[in-house]
């Protein structure tokens, strides 16, 4: 199997418009998920401090490919690839398997100290499996997304990958869609007998993965515009009823002297404020719902100042506009016209 996947990577790689071709167990935000349980760093193997991690079994290549960056220490070298090919679980093994670890791991586990070269043991097998003596950090990858995007990026363990199951990944500078046919003759060459399944994006799988949140956002996004208008055009009917009601002591004002500025600071300060007064309730209110919510959001947080704010400057433009026009047109009545107003 192990010769197989590296006939398949060269003869891929080789491929105009690919750049590189790496394998995994499972492709990542694919849904696929494996897990292991270590002993906890520092303790002993024999402890029952047991925690659980994510796994990934990863092909050469892997973290140019995926573009996740080394941070630390080194990659798996095909020795050690090699290597793992020909253990077999039922062998006794002397040595810690190498492996590179994420961020995450390192804050979890070794946050004050240097964590290229640590051992930790694996749980205890059961069985008729010989006692594995652990893993040894050579490397340290940056954190990303395994399972899902909604998924919590947990401490992380990447392992050479040995004779099980693989889905290969192509990072290609054309459209890959266009690569599936080259990548098909390419596989049959290797051996007619193989069948390609699961031929997809990276950018299709997560639009799979956002379709049922995309399609609530869309509704929430509709309904929420739909009542946004309501909202403004009853704040701009009930403040344009209120200063129209007023006309009447706006000529009074004005036949007794005032100017038409004073007319349009009063009746724009008084519905100002009951605005202001409304959109600090209307905040508020907010603030204690979208909490309820938090689970439908992605990218966004509850209470996001950017979308409060921009609610609220555009209540206030509309309450601006609901109480300006009217009022910038009740000034321009002739007085003695708003005296006899009814």
Known sequence: VRRLYHELQENLSSLPGV???????VTLLSGGHLATMIHRPGTTVGSNDRVNVDMMEIGPNFFATMRIPLLAGRDLSTAEYDAAARTSPFEAV?????????QSFVETYFSKQNPLGQIF???????????FPGYQIVGVAGNTKYESLRSEIRPAIYAAASDGGASFELRTSVDPGSLVTAVRKTVNSVDGNLAMVGIDTQKGEISRLLSDDRMVAELSSFFGLLALVLACMGLYGLLSYE??????????RMAIGAQAGNVIRLVLGQAVGVAALGAVVGMASSLGVTRVLKSLLYGVKPGDPATLIGAFFLLALVALGACLIP????????????????
């Open 19 to 25: 750049r590189s071709v790496s394998y995994s167990w």
């Open 94 to 102: 002397k040595a810690p398997a190498p492996v590179v670890v994420n």
């Open 243 to 252: 200063v129209t009601r007023r006309t009447r002591e706006i000529g009074i």
């Open 121 to 131: 043991g694996d749980s205890l097998p059961d069985g008729p499996f010989h006692a």
């Open 327 to 342: 009022a910038r047109r009740a000034t321009k009545v002739d007085p003695l016209v708003a005296l006899r107003y009814e």
